[in-house]
């Protein structure tokens, strides 16, 4: 008897080693469509599960932090498994299309959103977007005070008093932005004068709090992040208010999330269908409405989450997507300076 | 069969050291320029500043109290002595990442050093104080009352016979408390201070700095092996000589007197910080409404079930490889020692300063470029999880194997058995409670892990740990609650069973 339980306890072993071995080949044979994706896991789960319960394909989904899996899917190459990326911003998406790793996305879907949301090239499609502004604590600044433009946070003035988050996904697109319409020197001074003067956060969750809290005047982040911690919060207990730099500033600027066929995915049908559900009417109306997502639907005729200001009403900096660039710069210049 | 003994338990070190020479290459492949550039500027001076400060601060913090406890706890007449005894160990057992989790949550005046240092501290003192505990437990109070009646007072008598005879144990203790402090991530991230763990995760997410990252994996892992070749140092340095052991008292306890109450708070106060406010943090969230809106994900009991499924069956997938890749190497230290065995599990050793997090950039960068097939594989990160705890399992394997008497081997070789129905019908059965305890505290540590599951969990496996962390990430502190008790539960379990084995063997 003894000697059957250790047989048992070493049939169990191997069969506990095995199974992973086996369980990743018969995930390759298996069907579901895979999705990498940067943008919020609530978000998406929201989105996938409505896919399958309208089309019936089931979607696995990669989450990480969207520079992390856009470099994911480039060292990949071919050998991806994902079909279909979903990223909280731009940049990531054109250094993918650089490289000649997106596929064209239907025409019949690009036409469903403005084409100044999608890539040039027509490879990637813009689904929603999210703006940029300074959340502040009345509390320990007044509104009259705060500056009329980004670039003035990095004076001495504002040393110790603003917060923000270099290595979130949502900053490196304002770096490049700067970097495009004032020339790199500057955004290079802009952001030694950061170091200089801001409390840093890993994310914009983390600043987002840190204001509302008062534990520091200002912070660079999405509205996204203001509207979430009110709504969780309630309008009482928000301490924090959002300001918008003067028209056209560079902080002002609009993030595009956007999603993308990869042109090594075998599941091109099925992955085409994916974005053109991620733009359609319904799905783009219940993301409109839903309390877990705060960014404005691309596709014309939807109105916004109330907490966001209304989408005419934006004043963003004249530069383009493909000006904003591919973030490589910006990470450069966080190199440069030293906070990354 | 000795060969086959040998390549068996060759795979573990070798495995260990895949990672580490990878890390070390990519470095030095970097080129000189390149790497003076990344090395040489103020970031780098900035985590070597942050780093080593807490570092210092963890290990003398650490060391005192550490020292102060095993001291009460062995040698004086204080009231509760054995509950304290199991107590002081406890706060082992909440995972420094939830730790920094609860103290975060508390109050954002935690961010940063201070939340950093205590939670260390309060997490890794038994580190110091198991060992010195045990340390004073073995020694011969004779060589005390010598030392008084030649004229000493009790203070001296402890600086210049107590305490030098505790050095191996309290140094080998700062040193590990050390390397912990070097290895960590989660708790540092969560609680917002930048060591090199932390700017190495942050590179990879903003991705494009693969040598950036690369170099500072270098800076880190360099740190890690010098104080890893210091630990085995103080620990191989020579013993205090005498003639036979002797049949030694136990020492007289000191009674306190006055100073009982503060001696009681000096033992109460970590515990309470280390593992009641943990504890208690959890508990109060658990009460909380779990907004939707921060939280990554709506927190379900679905969700939690297959987390927790998710964490016990890596734990027990991983904490099978690992032991079986110990034991051909526990073996043949065991059985044949030697200036091999003495080689490879030195090696394997080496794990202890590899961390997590540079063990997860290099496997899965091998993996993608030779290794397609386990590339985002379960099997990719079970192997991550036994080089991390390759050591865990060597020290214990070859613990089971050197109580397993040798004679019984022999006689039924000598009856006619072969080497495998020897290992199969007499080896394993006699060293089997021991090698059960090695698997259940690799288990616990596999299904608490953070790191590399992070990194290299396949798609769409969510652990606890990496519950607790996303929620946790976006402050969603409630509902990362359920996560954080289940998992604290899982370590109160490995909590007691090291206590209870250190209990049996300090009797």
Redesign the interface.
């Known amino acids: 008897m003894f000697r059957l339980s250790r047989r048992a306890v070493l049939l169990g072993g191997g069969v506990l080693l095995a199974a992973p071995f086996v369980a990743s080949r018969a995930a390759q044979a298996g069907t579901p469509l895979v999705l990498y994706a940067a943008q919020h896991e609530q978000v998406v789960d929201m989105i996938t599960r409505a896919f399958t319960k309208s089309t019936g394909i089931a979607v696995r989904t990669r989450f990480g932090e969207a520079p992390e899996i856009a470099n994911q899917i480039a060292t990949e190459g071919r050998h991806s498994p994902a079909d279909v990326y979903f990223t909280e911003n731009s940049p990531e998406l054109l250094l993918l299309d650089e490289r000649h790793m997106l596929a064209p996305v239907e025409k019949s879907t690009l036409a469903q959103v403005p084409a100044r949301w999608s890539a040039p090239s027509g490879n990637w499609l813009g689904v929603l977007a999210r703006d940029s502004v300074l959340a502040y604590n009345p509390r320990l600044v007044t509104a009259d005070a705060l500056p009329a433009s980004l670039l003035d946070l990095a004076a001495p003035a504002w040393k110790g008093r603003v917060a923000f988050a270099p290595t979130d996904a949502d900053t490196l697109p304002v770096i490049g932005a700067i970097a495009a319409l004032k020339g790199r020197a500057a955004a290079l001074a802009w952001l030694r004068g950061m170091k200089a003067n801001a409390k840093i956060y890993d994310d914009d969750e983390g600043v987002i709090a840190a204001v509302d809290r008062g534990a520091v005047a200002t912070g660079i982040v999405n509205s996204y992040y203001w509207c979430r911690l009110r709504t969780e919060q309630g309008a009482a207990k928000t301490a924090s208010r959002l300001h918008r730099f003067s028209p056209d500033d560079v902080g002002n600027l609009i993030n595009v999330s956007g999603a993308a066929v990869l042109a090594s995915s075998r599941r091109q049908a099925e992955a085409q269908r994916f974005l053109a559900f991620l733009v359609s009417a319904p799905m783009q109306m219940a993301l409109a409405q839903s309390d877990i997502d705060f960014e404005y639907p691309l596709r014309p005729g939807i109105a916004a989450n109330p907490l966001l200001a209304p989408f005419a009403s934006l004043r963003p900096p004249p530069v383009t997507i493909a000006g904003i660039g591919d973030d490589r710069l910006a990470a450069r210049l966080l190199q440069d300076v030293g906070l990354v | 069969m000795p060969v086959a003994l040998v390549l068996a338990a060759a795979i573990g070190p070798v495995l260990v050291l895949l990672p580490i020479l990878a890390t070390l290459a990519s470095a030095l492949g970097a080129g000189w320029g390149a790497a003076r550039a990344l090395l040489f ?3 780098v001076a ?1 985590l070597l500043g942050n780093t080593l400060t807490l570092m210092l601060a963890a290990m003398l913090a650490a060391g005192v109290l550490g020292l102060a406890s095993a001291w009460l706890v062995e040698r004086t007449a204080l009231p509760g002595r054995r509950a304290w005894a199991v107590l002081a160990a406890a706060p082992l057992a909440v995972p420094p990442f939830v730790a920094g989790y609860a103290w975060v949550s508390i109050a ?1 005046v935690f961010e940063g050093f201070l939340g950093a240092w205590l939670v260390v501290t309060l997490t890794y003192t038994p580190l110091v104080y198991l060992p010195v505990a045990a340390a004073l437990r073995g020694l011969d109070p004779a060589l005390e009352e010598t030392a008084m009646a030649l004229g000493l007072g009790r203070w001296r008598v402890f600086l210049r016979v107590v305490l030098p005879q505790l050095r191996p144990a309290l140094l080998g203790g700062m040193l590990l408390v050390a390397l912990d402090v070097l290895v960590e991530f989660g708790a540092f ?1 969560l609680l ?1 201070f ?1 060591t090199f763990t932390t ?1 190495i995760y ?8 693969a040598d ?1 990252a690369a170099m500072l994996a270098f800076v880190l892992l360099l740190l890690c092996l010098l104080c890893l070749v210091a630990e085995f140092a103080v620990r191989g340095r020579a013993r205090y000589a005498r003639v036979g052991k002797g049949t030694r008292r136990r020492a007289r306890p000191l009674a306190l007197g006055r100073w009982t109450l503060p001696a009681l708070m000096v033992l109460a106060l970590p515990v309470a910080a280390g593992l009641l406010l943990p504890l208690a943090t959890i508990a109060y969230w658990m009460t909380r409404h779990a ?8 927190a379900s009991w679905g969700r939690l079930l297959a987390a927790t499924w998710s964490s016990l069956w890596l734990g ?2 991983g904490a ?2 690992t032991v ?1 890749l110990a034991l051909p190497l526990g073996y043949l230290v065991a059985r044949r020692p030697g200036r091999l065995a003495t080689l490879l599990e030195r090696a394997a050793f080496l794990a202890m300063g590899a961390p997590g997090i540079v063990v997860a950039l290099a496997l899965s960068g091998l993996a ?1 470029r030779h290794a ?2 386990l ?5 990719l ?2 192997v991550a999880y036994a080089v991390l705890f390759l050591p865990l399992a060597v020290v214990s394997a070859r613990a089971a194997l050197e109580q397993a008497q040798k004679a019984l081997e022999d006689v039924a070789r000598a009856l006619g058995q072969g080497w495998l129905a020897t290992a ?1 019908r007499v080896v ?2 006699l060293a089997g409670p021991g090698l059960g305890a090695a698997a259940a505290l690799v288990f616990v540590s596999v299904s608490t892990e953070l790191t590399a599951t992070l990194l290299l969990a ?3 496996t969510r652990t606890l740990a990496t519950e607790v962390w ?1 929620n946790t ?3 969603a502190f409630a509902a990362a609650a359920p996560y954080a008790a289940v998992m604290t539960l899982f370590s109160l379990i490995s909590t007691w069973l090291l206590a209870r084995r250190f209990a049996a063997a300090a009797v």
């Open positions: 500027r103020p970031l900035q954002p991230a917002r930048r700017t942050a590179a990879y997410r903003t991705g494009f700095n950036a907004a939707a809106a921060s939280s990554p994900a709506a027990a997938t099978t490889l079986l993608v397609r097939g590339y985002q594989s379960a099997g990160l079970l199969w394993l059965p396949p798609i769409g996303a990430a976006s402050l």
